[in-house]
């Protein structure tokens, strides 16, 4: 499958999204930076997040609408004053989006509601992000998917029901390119959490192409998830998480991002196929194998002993498992130390 021109799969490079979220801290200024800074550090897409304090909640003070989980990274903070605080104006998208694209780099964005899609779809976006929060959100997934742009949707908290329900409704609204993203839903998320083993079951499930929605800190989560076979990854991404921000606290720097395309690109170097014996690389080493020499000078007649025949580097006698069979044996004319076993050098 494509986005945009790039090809998502397995045949082709681990996918590398940087997600904006609020590290802009409702500066334009920073967003347009964090744009330089994710293509700069090799990113392949930039992702926003579309909506308003008043699409994704209400203004009412209390109760749920308040954050008291004392583990929670924004406790006591009002849900409607903190998707303010996070939101990406909609008139920064299209600038945004042109920056991307000055450097070669695709940009889409998450909408939370029907509205975002409608606003994005004009705005020409190549895919469309599902949010873990949103993947039960049917009708969202369905006005999404009726675009025919491909899908990627995080499955954070999903039961295996839920995700099945998500995955009929995309696909019988015309959804025809889908990934999903293993996901964990806490902020940060602990590698212990993350659970990446259901990648490969994942796919085996709903035969799509499936990545991560990393959460964790660092890089090696997501290196480990190309290994397990994940072709998208997607991190959140910050110039520097002193500057503050409400997703700073695990986001990429910048260095860190460039670590995670390098590393996920020789992991993913690395998988290769099932392959025994040597390959053309290490070809040449197989001069340094043991193998069977004359150790002693030896004259015809003479027999092989543990002293005038041993097993040693380089490899261009017999293999070490004939050794035994030439002990005993007598040689068939002399023999210089340092001579290389072979079948005629010993008398039948």
Not at 189 to 207: C, D, K, Q, W, Y
Not at 248 to 274: C, I
Request: proline residues 5%; negative net charge; charged residues 20%.
């Amino acid at each position: 499958m494509l986005i945009g021109d790039r090809e998502i799969g397995r045949t082709a490079l681990p996918f590398i999204i940087a997600e904006m979220s609020g590290n802009h801290n409702q500066s334009l200024g920073r967003a347009l930076e964090i744009v330089d800074a994710a293509a700069a550090a090799g990113a392949h897409a930039l992702k926003l997040q579309t909506y308003t304090a008043d699409t994704i909640t209400l203004n009412v003070r209390g109760g749920a609408f308040d954050i008291a989980d004392d583990k929670s990274l924004w406790k006591g903070r009002n849900l409607h004053d903190l998707y303010k605080e996070a939101h990406t104006p909609w008139e920064w998208h299209a600038p945004i989006m042109q920056r991307a694209g000055e450097h070669g780099m695709l940009c889409f964005s998450t909408p939370f509601d029907e509205t975002a899609v409608d606003f994005l779809e004009g705005l020409g976006v190549p895919a469309f992000k599902i949010a873990s929060f949103e993947n039960i959100h049917l009708p969202l997934i369905r006005r999404a998917a009726v675009t025919g742009k491909p899908l990627i949707i995080s499955t954070g908290m999903a039961t295996l029901a839920e995700l099945d329900e998500t995955v009929r409704a995309a696909r019988e609204a015309g959804c025809r390119d889908l990934v999903l993203l293993k996901c964990t839903s806490t902020y940060p998320a602990t590698p212990e959490s993350t659970n990446i083993v259901t990648i490969p079951h994942m796919r085996a499930l709903f035969g799509c192409e499936v990545g991560l929605s990393d959460h964790t800190m660092g890089v090696g989560t997501s290196v480990a998830a190309v290994a397990l076979g994940a072709t998208v990854i997607e991190k959140h991404f910050t110039l520097c998480r002193a500057d503050g921000g409400v997703d700073s606290t695990f986001s990429l720097e910048p260095d860190e991002m460039k670590a995670l395309v390098v590393e996920t690109e020789r992991a993913w170097q690395s998988l290769g196929q099932v392959s025994y014996g040597p390959t053309k690389a290490e070809e040449k080493s197989l001069l340094f194998r043991r193998s069977i020499y004359v150790a002693q000078d030896v004259g015809a007649g003479d027999m092989f002993t543990p002293e005038n025949l041993k097993i040693v580097r380089p490899g261009q006698g017999l293999a070490p498992k004939h050794y035994e069979t030439l002990l005993g044996r007598r040689a068939a004319r002399d023999l210089k130390a340092g001579t290389p076993t072979s079948w005629d050098v010993a008398m039948s």
